[in-house]
């Protein structure tokens, strides 16, 4: 077995201070095809919530497409993007996240993977782009949603999860309620040395957040300890991070990552995000098989749809989860 680890960088916090001497810190690196890689994922899961993906199987060509039509998309004038916006929360928005006041430096097209569920928003925004880009979201939509549920299948295998296939059916489904988010950070010609907000600390409420960025740094994850660490692009791999719905499934054993962006550079950085979330009526509760005893579990049951609208009420910060709990 191979043992790979990703260094990341040390960050003290928004005001860094540039004396702080980078102390590297061990991003888990799984190869998909690694026999050993269902162990390795749970292990980073549980110590983490993140990870990156190697030898995934997707065509460095496909994801370059996506990037060129993404970056067609945000280089159109600002009035034909807002054709399709203001987000709904689906559509095209600018520096509003969520509607509960949260702002960034940022520009985005957040689409439903459904999109017969937001039909008028998604066809707003191919309308404005080329039949090729519409194309390239939906096939990447779908690698996205292989990919989550193979990652979910192996963790099923690792832990025993039974029945076979109960979470990673979750993100397959027909009905899961799943999205694909494309952030575009402009470029910062005047300020680059000021570090600013790009989008603020937050856990994702879903089940794994699957992302890919250009060569552009800005994301950060937060450790057990409360440290920021920078996590080094990699425009040819893939990170994984854990949901809240995971945590709450796994009773705790898996905790979902706080992560933001920063900016301060001088190049652009574009990432897609897909979050993999199940059916809007699925009750999320902490798996039977892994906490039997009622006792045990630390939290209450909730549907998707429950849980997924006191998200929308929330800000960007606040931590949700207490909603699950006891
Ligand atoms: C965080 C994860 C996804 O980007 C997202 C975000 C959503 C939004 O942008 O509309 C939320 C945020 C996210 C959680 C709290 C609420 C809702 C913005 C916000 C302030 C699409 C999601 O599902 O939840």
């Not at 689906?90 to 937001?118: C, P, Q, R, T, V």
């Not at 192996?154 to 489904?173: D, Y």
């Not at 705790?252 to 301060?264: A, C, D, E, I, P």
């Not at 098989?289 to 006191?310: A, F, G, H, I, N």
């Amino acid at each position: 077995m191979v043992i790979l680890l990703q260094p990341v960088t040390f960050n003290s916090d928004v005001n860094v201070n540039p004396k702080c001497k980078p102390s590297p810190v061990p991003v888990p690196v799984i190869d998909l095809t690694d026999p050993d890689a269902k162990t390795r994922i749970v292990k980073a899961c549980e110590e983490l919530g993140f990870f990156k993906v190697v030898n995934h199987g997707v065509r460095p060509d496909h994801l370059t497409q996506l990037e060129e039509e993404a970056n067609k998309f945000f280089a159109l004038s600002q009035f034909l993007k807002e054709k399709a916006g203001p987000p709904d929360p689906f559509g095209y928005g600018s520096k509003m996240i969520g509607s509960s006041g949260d702002m960034g430096w940022i520009e985005y097209i957040l689409l439903n993977a459904n999109h017969h569920l937001s039909f008028a928003k998604t066809t707003a925004v191919f309308q404005q782009a080329s039949a090729v880009f519409r194309e390239v979201v939906e096939a990447y939509m779908e690698e996205m949603k292989g990919m989550s549920s193979k990652v979910l299948e192996m963790v099923e295998e690792e832990l025993s999860i039974e029945p076979k296939g109960k979470l990673s059916k979750l993100v397959k489904m027909k009905e899961s309620d799943s999205c694909l988010r494309m952030n575009h950070y402009p470029e910062k010609e005047e300020t680059p040395d000021k570090e600013e907000i790009g989008f603020g600390e937050h856990t994702d409420p879903q089940l794994v957040s699957v992302l890919r960025s250009n060569d552009t740094e800005g994301l950060q994850i937060c450790l057990k300890d409360g440290s920021w660490v920078s996590v080094p692009p990699d425009h040819s791999s893939f990170f994984v991070s854990v949901g809240d719905t995971l945590q709450v499934m796994t009773n705790g054993r898996f905790k979902s990552v706080k992560h933001r962006v920063l900016t301060n550079t001088k190049s652009s950085r574009l990432s897609m995000i897909y979050f993999a979330g199940p059916p809007l009526t699925e009750m999320i509760a902490p798996l039977t098989c892994l906490v039997p005893k009622q006792d045990d579990r630390l939290y209450k049951e909730l549907t998707w749809s429950q849980y997924k609208s006191y998200c929308y009420k929330t800000k960007l910060g606040d931590y949700r989860l207490g909603l699950f709990e006891k």
